[in-house]
């Protein structure tokens, strides 16, 4: 059973932070002061007085040990609760740790604001914190994972702690998991996987492995195209052949092509069956593997036929993306820029650092990159909205890959096109001058293509776009970047003006 437990001084706002965070992730918040309280009938400043901080500690173990017996939660605890060796080896092998902390003044500030009675704060309380602070500093920096809340919104702080942990619970069209880290259990055993013959070579076994018996699988072909009516024809009828029901879990293991076949091909098998992503591309990762909208391809643009259609979980293990080659893991790290430049100007900053870097922190790049599109489609699973920002650089890029046969991979067309639409916003005074140059940079640096090839036809690229699906009646919706970490809706029914040189 894996625990959050939530730890640091008092006036950090583990009670606070704790509820939004239980919410989010779907589970039940524990406040172990609390239980304490109520298991001795009296509260701590009581116990602290009539029996000592002592008898409070062994108190405190004793009520640790008992709820870390219960189902997976948040649990909240006292400032001092890990103090004991004993108290921090047990919650280590029942959970994560995360400590709060922050500043001198912003933890005075709020523990004279509140009305709870801190025993050993008694009496001076600056005085009495930063002494105490002092004694316990060595203690609070043997914790990993940290988070400064000085300055952040609770619910901020509580979304900072889902991405250090890689842990998010998606609600807004069906309920499901989001997990980021290694993949060590499943348990599911009428499932049956469906992967591709590149896929199949390095992961096939690990995930049969981990389920626990010789699961059924189903190999297709590799590529963009075969992402089309007849793979999908052929996935029906060998879920027949294996003997799915409506009970079965179909695994979808491979990247953004895989992953949108099998859950197209699961929402409709038997009117929908239930699906669980396990992408091993980057760009699966951080934007395929989201957001429950699945589909195919037709001869005349990419996604023209599809469902929304999310998967009951989703399990991104970064180390399977240390079997890629290079060329894939720099096409994945467009939509990483892309994340960034929509609304996290630190994670762009991360991207200019260049793949040598990336390759070192890549569950650092799937976490930050998988929270910008969680957060948008949350607030607009069915795309009526700003979930739109997710195509800046898609629209052009979307084209651009179908005119090259799909000899660009995906994350190299968006590249394309998103430099192509930041010039054009440049040109219009949507954006400053220089954000293209910016965002062209950071691209190259990544060792992906800027430019749309001088032989592709433009009028061709232009055809293509007026197909694709996001067009309405009159003009065509584009994502335009403002500035880094800002994009701004626009209708452009010109579209020779978006990829035109001048």
């Not at 180390?319 to 820029?337: D, I, P, Q, Y």
Request: charged share 25%; glycine share 10%.
């Amino acid at each position: 059973m894996t625990h959050i437990f939530l730890y640091g001084p008092s006036g950090t706002g583990k009670s606070t932070i704790g509820k939004i965070l239980a919410h989010n992730l779907g589970l039940s918040l524990i406040d172990l002061d609390h239980v304490i309280e109520t298991n001795a009938g009296m509260s701590i400043p009581q116990i602290m007085e009539q029996q000592g901080e002592a008898a409070f500690r062994n108190l405190e173990t004793s009520a640790l040990k008992a709820i870390t017996n219960e189902k997976e939660s948040v649990i909240a605890l006292g400032g001092g609760a890990l103090l004991r060796e004993e108290n921090c080896q047990f919650v280590e092998n029942n959970g994560r740790v995360i400590l709060l902390m922050a500043d001198l003044d912003t933890l005075c500030e709020r523990l004279n604001e509140s009305h709870n009675k801190r025993p050993l704060l008694a009496g001076n309380l600056r005085e009495k914190l930063s002494s105490m602070l002092a004694k316990r500093s060595e203690h609070y920096r043997s914790f990993p994972l940290q988070i400064h809340v000085d300055g952040r919104s609770a619910e901020d702080n509580a979304f900072q702690i889902q991405i250090a942990l890689g842990r998010f619970h998606l609600h807004a069209m069906g309920k499901y998991d989001v997990v980021v880290g290694e993949i060590t259990n499943l348990s599911y055993p009428n499932s049956i996987i469906v992967t591709d013959e590149n896929v199949a070579k390095f992961h096939l076994d690990k995930i049969k492995q981990v389920l626990g018996y010789d699961a059924k699988s189903i190999i297709l072909p590799a590529g963009e195209e075969y992402k089309n009516l007849e793979t999908i024809s052929s996935l029906w009828r060998s879920f027949l052949e294996n003997g799915l029901d409506r009970k079965s879990t179909v695994i979808a293991l491979g990247g953004g092509v895989i992953g949108d076949m099998t859950g197209f091909a699961a929402s409709t098998y038997m009117r929908g069956i239930n699906w669980i992503g396990i992408p091993t591309t980057l760009l699966s990762m951080v934007d395929a593997s989201l957001g429950g909208k699945t589909g195919i391809d037709l001869p005349e643009g990419k996604n023209l036929v599809g469902s929304f259609y999310p998967p009951k979980l989703v399990l991104a293990d970064p180390s399977l993306l240390f079997t890629l080659s290079e060329r894939e893991l720099c096409s994945g790290m467009a939509e990483v820029v892309k994340h960034g430049i929509i609304s996290d100007p630190g994670l762009f900053e991360l991207c200019t650092r260049g793949m040598e870097w990336v390759k070192e922190h890549l569950e650092e790049v799937v976490k930050r990159a998988m929270a910008v599109k969680i957060k948008v489609i949350e607030e607009d699973p069915y795309e009526k909205g700003f979930r739109a920002a997710l195509n800046l650089g898609h629209t052009v890029g979307h084209a651009v890959e179908l005119v090259s046969k799909f000899n660009l991979r995906h994350g190299e067309a968006i590249a394309i096109g998103m430099v192509a639409e930041a010039k054009y916003a440049e040109r219009i005074g949507v954006a400053g001058a220089g954000l293209s140059d910016a965002i062209a940079g950071t691209l190259s640096a990544l060792g992906l293509p800027i430019q749309i090839p001088d032989e592709m036809p433009r009028e061709e690229i232009i055809r293509a776009m007026r197909v694709d699906k996001k067009k309405n009646a009159k003009a065509i919706r584009f994502a335009l970047p403002v500035e880094i970490g800002r994009v701004e809706l626009v209708d452009v029914s010109d579209l020779e003006s978006v990829i035109s040189d001048e």
